[in-house]
């Protein structure tokens, strides 16, 4: 597998389900909806944050946290 994980910054957010859209700058798309990882905190990115993601297909990944 090559390019599972990635930074990229915040497109949109769904705070309701901890999910978000993942714009991949160097392959210039936006991914589907991310779930965000609960790390214990109350850590939520907002749009245009930087975060590390961990991606199986441009649809399936989890955001793993700020970047």
């Known amino acids: 597998m090559m390019n599972i ?3 990229g910054r915040i497109s949109t957010i769904d705070s309701e389900n901890m999910t978000a859209r993942v714009l991949r700058e160097d392959k210039e798309i936006v991914t589907g909806e991310f779930s965000i990882l609960n790390r214990g ?3 939520t990115p907002e749009v245009g944050d930087s975060v590390c993601c ?3 297909t441009a649809s399936t990944g989890w955001i793993l946290g700020g970047a």
């Open 54 to 56: 961990l991606s199986l």
């Open 41 to 43: 905190d109350d850590w």
């Open 5 to 7: 994980t990635f930074i």
